[in-house]
């Protein structure tokens, strides 16, 4: 299986600030990466897929960088609606495994 | 818009069986594949299942095959997971999503998810 390790695990930071998330895959997966926003009790939301195509109606303070193994999602200028946990995963091949999560809370 | 409405979670002792439904609006169902993803409480995400547009191709992880099944009632619009031999390693929100890609192959990303329905094992 490949292995989706995301950093880091959490962050502070405040309303307006650039915030950067981490994702790694254990084994090249091109730009089959797939970034998810989840607030509390609510579904997974697709924010980004492909790496770096941004999901129709998601705000463009998002974006997405990355190929092979290292990826990252960029918040430009976080927004309080953005305070959230994101997930990263792989759709490269199967099972399509997520990555662990990265909690970003109001500093 | 797009809705997919979940229904069937509650509480079942180990050993017991489960099914899932998923209802589905806004969209074409019959062309687009369909999955089961699950989140453990405090946990991270676990894709669990899919089905392909047509309900011939179907694939499963590891930890539930042999005892989960995934279908779909094209007619109906609704998907269903079948739960059998429930283990408390099983207890999850289980979330029903739609695949993006339109016919009868898959991205396997998720576009849209349903609210999750929670299912609890008991020992």
């Known amino acids: 299986d490949i292995q989706m390790t995301q950093s880091p695990s959490s962050l502070s930071a405040s309303v307006g600030d650039r915030v950067t998330i981490a994702c790694r895959a254990s084994q090249s997966i091109s730009t089959y990466l797939n970034w998810y926003q989840q607030k509390p009790g609510k579904a997974p939301n697709l924010l980004i897929y492909?790496?770096?195509s941004l999901q129709s109606g998601v705000p463009s303070r998002f974006s997405g960088s990355g190929s092979g193994t290292d990826f990252t999602l960029t918040i430009s200028s976080l927004q309080p609606e953005d305070f959230a946990t994101y997930y990263c995963q792989q759709s490269y091949s199967a099972p399509r495994t997520f990555g662990q999560g990265t909690k970003v809370e109001i500093k | 818009q797009v809705q997919l409405v979940e229904s069937g979670g509650g509480v079942v002792q180990t050993g017991r069986s489960l099914r899932l439904s998923c209802a589905a609006s806004?969209?074409?169902?019959?062309?687009?594949?369909m999955h089961w993803v699950r989140q453990a409480p405090a946990k991270g995400l676990e894709w669990v299942a899919a089905i392909s547009s047509d309900g011939g191709d179907k694939s499963y992880a590891d930890s539930v095959r042999g005892r989960f099944t995934i279908s779909r009632d094209n007619s109906r619009n609704t998907l269903y997971l079948i739960m059998s031999s429930l283990t408390v390693e099983d207890a999850a929100v289980y979330y029903c999503a739609k695949d993006p890609y339109f016919g009868s192959g898959h991205y396997y990303y998720f576009d849209y998810w349903g609210q999750g329905t929670l299912v609890s094992v008991s020992s």
């Open positions: 492909g790496a770096s």
């Open positions: 806004g969209f074409t169902f019959n062309n687009y594949g």
